[in-house]
């Protein structure tokens, strides 16, 4: 048995990198954004489809 959210059950949008929930997006510059608790890098084009 996994320890893994069930992506269909999860109210967080998934990581377009590697599909773990993502639950907060750090910014530290107009283009440098981290997916947390992945820490998957985003493009600026990642970050606004989340947000959408």
């Known amino acids: 048995m996994s320890d893994a959210p069930d992506p269909d059950e999860c109210l967080f949008p998934p990581c377009p990198r590697c599909e ?4 907060r997006i ?10 947390s608790p992945c820490g998957c ?12």
């Open 26 to 35: 750090t910014s530290s510059g107009p283009h440098s954004h981290a997916a």
């Open 41 to 52: 890098w985003l493009s600026l084009a990642d970050v606004r489809a989340l947000r959408g």
């Open 20 to 23: 773990t929930p993502v639950v």
